[in-house]
């Protein structure tokens, strides 16, 4: 397992990190059990956010009265002073600690920098010791870009797996040349790649830190392995993931979430994907009477386009339902075979 040091904040981990997104979803003993269960297994970095519900209480829980031994990196929303003080008040409370060693702004709109109300609260926190290093998270290029090229943080997020284009590829070299740390988001396109040992091979050639969300033990079972198995690019796998990216590239969502809620209830991060998750998943979950209804809620769209300003990635949501709406019927009624 490659020992990946994040830039100037002169942290280094193995190259295989919790993503605590995910941990929302199970209860706090099931949620502290994978936590203590990755950390028995090598995993030192685990990140998760204000944004993420209980993640950080569950965070704090797992790893009190052990706080030296992990590396834990969050995340505010927050764009102005007060309310930044009250989310890092709030997340040094909930993981048991009085330091976060990096404090992300979450799903930037643009670079702050010093002339921002926001960046001098977090240059301030610093400053106090409440946070080690200054990160940022972002999920459109051209800022992550400019963040990197600003000089002004520690440490980037910014979604990276194998369908990663040549600009997102010059964004982490970039990163390492700007000695600031890469921390890849999304690994697994949001759920869209099932195939763990291709996304670590391809993450092992870059100096970047994956952290995969992690919800259930089998998944962690499967990042666990990676540290008595390595895993390195071959010609076998370069080809799966060549054979993939044909099949996936280009305008597909992602799942982030981050253009909803929806006007009218629509389940955007699943339902504007399901012709990839019903081919790539059992099918017979995405057919069930269930995801029937919240995929017939597409047809009540109004086209309101509140969604299509929230998307990171630009996509022109209305058109994508649409066309996984016409696809899932297609496949329902048996006329296209999965
Ligand atoms: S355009 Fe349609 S999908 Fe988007 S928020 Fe409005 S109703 Fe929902
Ligand atoms: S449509 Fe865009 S914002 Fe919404 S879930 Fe997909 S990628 Fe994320």
């Excluded at 910014?158 to 982490?172: E, K, N």
């Excluded at 696809?327 to 075979?337: A, M, Q, R, T």
Aim: glycine fraction near 6%; proline fraction near 2%; include cysteine.
């Amino acid at each position: 397992m490659r020992t990946i040091r994040l830039g100037k904040t002169g942290i280094e981990v193995p190259q295989n990190a919790f993503g605590a997104l995910p941990i929302q979803r199970v209860s706090v003993d099931e949620a502290v059990s994978l936590l203590r269960r990755a950390y028995d297994g090598g995993m030192r970095f685990f990140d998760t956010a204000r944004a993420y519900t209980d993640s950080e209480i569950k965070v704090g829980k797992a790893f009190a009265g052990m706080r030296d031994k992990v590396f834990i990196s969050s995340k505010t929303q927050a764009t102005t002073r007060a309310k930044f003080e009250e989310d890092l008040d709030t997340t040094l409370k909930n993981l048991q600690t009085d330091y976060v060693d990096i404090y992300q702004l979450h799903c930037a709109a643009k670079c702050y920098t010093e002339e921002d109300e926001i960046y001098q609260a977090l240059a301030d926190a610093k400053k106090q010791g409440k946070v080690r290093h200054i990160g940022i998270t972002a999920h459109k290029i051209g800022v992550a870009e400019d963040i990197v090229e600003s000089g002004l943080y520690e440490t980037l997020q910014f979604p990276f797996c194998y369908l990663a284009t040549d600009r997102d590829i010059a964004l982490v070299r970039s990163c390492a040349e700007h000695d600031m740390g890469f921390i890849a988001m999304k690994g697994l396109s949001g759920g869209l790649l099932t195939n763990s040992v291709a996304c670590m091979a391809f993450m092992s050639q870059y100096d970047a830190l994956p952290i995969w969300g992690v919800q259930r033990q089998s998944e962690l079972d499967e990042w666990l392995s990676f540290f008595d198995k390595e895993v390195a690019m071959t010609d076998e796998i370069a080809d799966f993931i060549a054979k993939d990216r044909e099949e996936l590239l280009g305008e597909f969502c992602r799942g982030c979430g981050y253009c909803m809620p929806c006007t009218v209830e629509i389940q955007i991060n699943q339902c504007a994907r399901m012709s990839q998750m019903i081919r790539r998943s059992p099918s017979e979950n995405f057919l069930s009477e269930f995801w029937q209804q919240e995929m017939f809620k597409i047809d009540s769209c109004v086209g309101c386009g509140i969604c299509k300003t929230r998307c990171p990635y630009e996509l022109d949501i209305p058109t994508l339902l649409a066309k996984n709406l016409e696809d899932y019927k297609n496949i329902l009624s048996g006329s296209v075979k999965i």
